[in-house]
């Protein structure tokens, strides 16, 4: 069964910095593009990065870029999403979910978010 | 940027056809996906390239896609299908969502 369990999230003071770590199971992790996407209580999905299955390759919101690094460990088959200078718009429950395919193939499955709370 | 553009909310009786939009530039020349996100809950995909329904899922969800429009439609809806649901396509290596339409059934 694939399963994604995210972790790291947790109240932050404005500008400052958070790792969230995605860790994956039940795949060949390498194999797949993953993104993350975050959606602020009440409001709708907004993605905010991907990579490509080796890491060599990496999107970005325009919301984000220059902020938040996405990253992978396929010997450790976990994602990782570095966030600097982070606002109060920032603040969501942040997923990670797997390419199944390509680009048509949408993300499936999700993980089940970690909170991020940016304020002071 | 692309948008993709959902009205906020759709409702529909038990057992009748809710149908949701999604409209974007020339959307039909790219594939749409759905995805079913009940109360506290992860989004769920449920059509993927415009029709295609993932295993599991169930075939009263089907999805169309040509023009400028990308249509969700769930026959026969019931009770439990009553969530937001959000269209998605790519552009431009990036991944865009629609705004999210609430699906009330009553």
């Known amino acids: 069964e694939v399963q994604l369990v995210e972790s790291g999230g947790g109240l932050v003071q404005p500008g400052g910095s958070l790792r969230l770590s995605c860790a994956a199971s039940g795949f060949t992790f390498s194999s797949y593009v993953m993104s993350w996407v975050r959606q602020a209580r009440g409001k709708g999905l907004e993605w905010v990065s991907g990579i490509s299955g080796s890491g060599t390759s990496t999107y970005y919101a325009d919301s984000v870029k220059g902020r938040f690094t996405i990253s992978r460990d396929n010997y450790q088959n976990t994602l990782y999403l570095e966030m600097n200078s982070l606002r109060g718009e920032d603040t969501a429950v942040y997923y990670c979910a797997k390419h199944p395919g390509d680009y048509a193939s949408g993300l499936d499955p999700w993980g089940q978010g970690t909170l991020v709370t940016v304020s002071s | 940027s692309y948008e993709l553009t959902q009205p906020p909310s759709v409702s529909v009786s038990p057992g009748q056809t809710a149908s949701i939009t999604c409209s974007g530039d020339?959307?039909?020349?790219?594939?749409a996906c759905w995805y079913q996100q009940k109360s506290g809950q992860s989004p769920v995909l449920v059509i993927f390239r415009d029709s295609k329904r993932p295993s599991g899922i169930p075939e009263r969800f089907s999805g169309s896609n040509s023009g400028n429009t990308a249509t969700l439609t769930i026959s026969g809806t019931q009770a439990m299908d009553e969530a937001d649901y959000y269209c998605q396509a790519w552009d431009s290596s990036t991944v865009v969502f629609g705004g999210g339409t609430k699906l009330t059934v009553l």
């Open positions: 020339k959307l039909g020349e790219k594939y």
